[in-house]
């Protein structure tokens, strides 16, 4: 029994209050369907959605009350609490969106809500881990999830090769994370980020090559789930593979908490070794963004348009992490927040005009999608928009504040490459505008039927959001501000 070892007291239960009622309410989604008939399995989204509000009332609650928990392998503050409410919302608008896919395609099933609220499991506790042993239990209990999410219907072959393709490569990015953990605790003989900090700011005898080595192995780790340079290889198949509602999943929730453990495990545990890994995270940041945006350029089929443009928003973030300070946090905060909303309205839409069997996916089957449906039309506008960073949007914002912080921590040539990349990125989200609103209508649209309620829902408050983050960006950057102070 370790030397700190103490018995939880129940603020440390309400702590991880969020995480047991999402566990609690996919086992009784598992349950339920058991003893319903196929002709009431259509309605476990919705206990799926009464879950995900409790838990999120429950991570208000619990972040009334900060501070560490289960003797401090979790820690429940600003920062934690900011990133399980944006994967919370994540997995609401994802289960809004999947009943009429999961109809259309004839796999309506409860064990679909209940993985992505397992899921939800891992990433609320790769928000608030404080541990290295507790990174890698929430990575992998988010990732096992979605590995089987990404291959769900299992007569379709595309999902099968998308769900393969993410289980080897993930388990094979995983396997350097351990690694790089297990470096770690030889060096300093813990696994607990503020005690490794300590260590490593105090200790004469560690060896910086060695400590640089470990926090190396962990970035290959983190980099592959941010699908960052040179690991982001995995990203445009297994987003086009995968189901379109579980892309529109796998490309928010899981990125945010991937991120969020990213910034919080090297602003806090390597924070005295900054100048050894800060070089890194520049080179990919670069390396991400370019990558991502001219190999958009070529893409026809829209999933991997997005899939590549998911890979250039984590170059973006990754900039706010080279800043290296407390603005830059907030930046990739902000800038988080914003992706998720667009990216996961972007896929919400796609789910209803690929139709079944996802048929029409290539971006000229929205030709002339404006005269058909111009409700749907104008809400892609905005995401697409929103994804270039044109003003009154949350995706203007979030690059305007991520190379401000970039200016002020002096990365010039950065913040330049970086301008240039999002010039580069307009012209693959203009074409998707043009072909939807100045091309004459195709076969694909002509018989496009309206979208269901949950898809209309989940659109729709997603365009709200963009909107009201770009009019009203202090809303959310004021709260991010606060949160920020990680580690320091």
């Known amino acids: 029994m370790p030397a700190n070892f103490a018995f939880p007291t129940e603020a440390e239960y309400i702590r991880f209050l969020p995480e047991t009622i999402l566990i609690l309410m996919g086992t009784l989604i598992m349950v339920l369907e058991g003893f319903a ?4 399995r259509k309605g476990t989204h919705k206990v799926a959605l009464f879950g995900l509000f409790l838990a999120m009332a429950a991570a208000c609650y619990a972040g009334s009350n900060p501070g560490p928990a289960f003797s401090d392998f979790l820690l429940v503050d600003g920062f934690g609490t900011f990133f399980r409410m944006l ?3 994540v997995g609401i608008l994802a289960v809004l969106c999947s009943p009429s896919y999961l109809s259309r395609e004839r796999a309506d099933s409860g064990e679909y809500y209940a993985l992505i609220l397992y899921s ?9 881990a404080n541990e290295l042993i507790m990174v890698f239990i929430g990575l992998e209990i988010s990732s096992i999830a979605t590995y089987v999410l990404a291959g769900y219907l299992r007569d379709d072959k595309r999902n099968n090769e998308s769900a393969i393709k993410y289980f080897l490569l993930g388990s094979f990015a995983t396997a350097f994370l351990l690694y790089g953990v297990a470096w770690i605790y030889g060096l300093t003989g813990s696994t607990n980020l503020a005690v490794i900090r300590q260590y490593l700011q105090t200790s004469a005898t560690a060896d910086p090559a060695l400590v640089g080595l470990a926090a190396g192995l962990m970035f290959v780790g983190f980099a592959f789930k941010v699908s960052a340079a040179p690991f ?3 990203t445009p198949d297994v987003y086009q593979g995968a189901p379109a509602p579980v892309t529109a999943f796998m490309s928010a929730g899981p990125k945010a908490a991937a991120f969020a453990v990213f910034i919080r495990v090297y602003i806090t545990a390597f924070d005295g070794i900054a100048e050894t890994w800060l070089p890194v995270v520049w080179v990919s940041a670069l390396a991400t963004m370019v990558i991502g945006n ?3 350029l070529t893409q026809t089929n829209i ?10 928003h984590a170059g973006y973030v990754l900039v706010a992490v080279a800043a290296h300070s407390q603005i830059g946090t907030a930046a990739a905060m902000f800038y988080l927040a914003s992706y998720v909303f667009m990216n996961i309205g972007a896929f919400a839409l796609i789910s209803h005009l690929s139709r079944q069997g996802e048929r029409y996916v290539q971006v000229n089957d929205l030709a002339g999608l404006s005269q058909r449906q111009p409700v749907t039309a104008a809400l892609f506008a905005i995401f697409l928009l929103s994804l270039i960073g ?4 949350g995706g203007f914002f979030g690059k305007f504040y991520i190379f401000k912080a970039a200016l002020d921590s002096q990365l010039y040539w950065l913040t330049v490459l970086g301008l240039l990349n999002s010039a580069v990125a307009a012209y693959y989200y203009l074409r998707i505008i043009v072909v939807m609103y100045f091309h004459e209508p195709g076969h694909a649209t002509e018989s ?3 979208p269901a309620a949950g898809i209309r829902v989940a659109s729709l408050v997603a365009a709200l959001a963009v909107v009201v983050l770009g009019v009203a960006p202090s809303l959310l950057l004021n709260v991010a501000s606060r949160s920020s102070a990680i580690g320091r």
């Open 87 to 89: 994967v919370l919302t």
């Open 448 to 450: 496009l039927e309206e």
């Open 120 to 128: 939800l499991v891992g990433q609320c506790i790769l928000a608030t």
């Open 232 to 234: 982001q290889a995995w």
């Open 303 to 312: 999933k991997r348009v997005l899939a590549y443009s998911s890979i250039a």
């Open 37 to 40: 008939g196929d002709g009431h």
């Open 294 to 296: 001219f190999a958009a």
């Open 390 to 393: 044109v003003p009154l949007t």
